[in-house]
């Protein structure tokens, strides 16, 4: 099981090289997309990657408690046995039988009644990609990312890029490395700028291509580089940790 886009630094994994070694060495291929869907295409039937899966509430806009997804390769829907056998996928829910037959296919990998109303949200959401290419995301993805690194990198000397330099070795979000990183990113998020931190010393800064803009990063770089010279992040607000980071 590999994560396709390091969630620390955003390096991209090479997904049919990957899958293609794992498969020689008699593995199957689990892939995590939590920081691919939505952001970059996935080529999974053609990789040949037995699962995969992913969230909803980041680059899919479902938002926090969006739900999850499972990709199950067509050839072993019908064989694939959930380790949680839920009443959803059973062959025949509602006949509530003694004994548990799978439902066909992937209904089978369901488990029990949904959160509707994340649901509800998710599927508004999915409705603004009618019509989007993955591959024009993608190139807008590459075009922020690139303009922040060399924002950052013109403003803010002392921060050490984490992330690939180059842009088709990572997804769409880019981290900085700084000593005080979790403190400098609770001073950015009280001054509008929303990253996040990541032990031990990393501040990721994600870009959703759908509505995210170049002045929205040109600013960003400018707060952040503001927080570092005038020291903003020095205080007991900002330095005191969180439960969430």
């Not at 060399?150 to 700084?178: I, K, M, Q, T, Y």
Request: glycine fraction near 8%; charged fraction near 25%.
């Amino acid at each position: 099981m590999l994560t396709q886009v390091d969630y620390r630094t955003g390096r991209l994994h090479d997904m049919a090289d990957l899958t293609r070694r794992a498969h020689d060495a008699g593995a199957i291929a689990i892939w995590d997309l939590a920081h691919s869907a939505g952001a970059l295409p996935v080529y999974l039937e053609e990789t040949g990657a037995e699962f995969a899966v992913g969230c909803g509430y980041k680059y899919l806009n479902g938002g926090p408690g969006a739900p999850a997804f499972v990709y199950v390769r067509s050839d072993l829907a019908d064989s694939v046995r959930p380790v949680l056998s839920g009443w959803m996928g059973h062959a025949a829910p509602f006949a509530f039988d003694v004994d548990y037959r799978p439902a066909p296919s992937l209904d089978r990998m369901l488990v029990g009644t949904p959160a509707v109303l994340a649901m509800a949200s998710l599927d508004a959401a999915l409705e603004v990609w009618d019509g989007i290419e993955m591959l024009d995301v993608r190139a807008r993805s590459i075009e922020l990312s690139q303009r922040f690194i060399a924002e950052v990198e013109a403003r803010c000397p002392e921060l050490a890029l984490a992330s690939p330099l180059e842009p088709d070795a990572r997804g769409s979000h880019v981290s900085f490395r700084h000593a005080e990183g979790y403190a400098v990113m609770q001073a950015l998020i009280a001054h509008g700028v929303i990253g996040d931190f990541r032990t031990p010393d990393i501040m990721r800064f994600g870009f959703a291509p759908l509505y995210t803009g170049q002045d929205d990063v040109v600013r960003a770089a400018e707060i952040l580089k503001c927080i570092l010279r005038d020291r903003l992040w020095d205080d007991p607000r900002f330095t005191a940790k969180q439960k969430v980071t």
